[in-house]
């Protein structure tokens, strides 16, 4: 069975970085799809990161040139690498898997889409 666990959220003032961390178990294969979505109070959850499987990454407007996507397959891990952080990006950031999925599904799918979820770490950015 397929476990993600996510680390790294934690408490900023807005300009400073963090870096999350998914580490994958379970997998017989590495994903074709692996996401970060974060969810605020009372909002949607949302897509903010995309990476398939050649590698190739797609991010929400709201974080382009601020987040990157990253993953170390050796180590079944997914990275989110978050610098100038704005008090917006405040919420819970869960890290998702499609285990199998071709490239538009991967970058347009809605978080229905991914069938693997982590339990979340909280990220909170203070102005």
């Known amino acids: 069975q397929v476990q993600l666990v996510e680390s790294g959220g934690g408490s900023v003032q807005a300009g400073g970085s963090l870096r999350l961390s998914c580490a994958g178990t379970?997998?017989?294969?590495?994903?074709?799809?692996m996401g970060w979505f974060r969810q605020a109070p009372g909002k949607e959850r949302e897509g903010v990161a995309r990476?398939?499987?050649?590698?190739?990454?797609s991010y929400a407007d709201s974080v382009k040139g601020r987040f990157t996507i990253s993953q170390d397959n050796a180590k079944n891990t997914l990275y989110l690498q978050m610098n100038s952080l704005k008090p917006e990006d405040t919420a819970m950031y869960y890290c998702?898997?499609?285990?199998?999925?071709?490239?538009?599904?991967?970058?347009?799918?809605?978080?229905?889409?991914?069938?693997?979820w982590g339990q979340g770490t909280q990220v909170s950015v203070s102005s």
């Open positions: 998702a898997a499609i285990e199998i999925a071709w490239r538009y599904r991967c970058y347009s799918g809605s978080a229905a889409d991914f069938g693997h």
């Open positions: 379970g997998y017989t294969h590495s994903s074709d799809c």
């Open positions: 990476i398939y499987s050649d590698g190739s990454t």
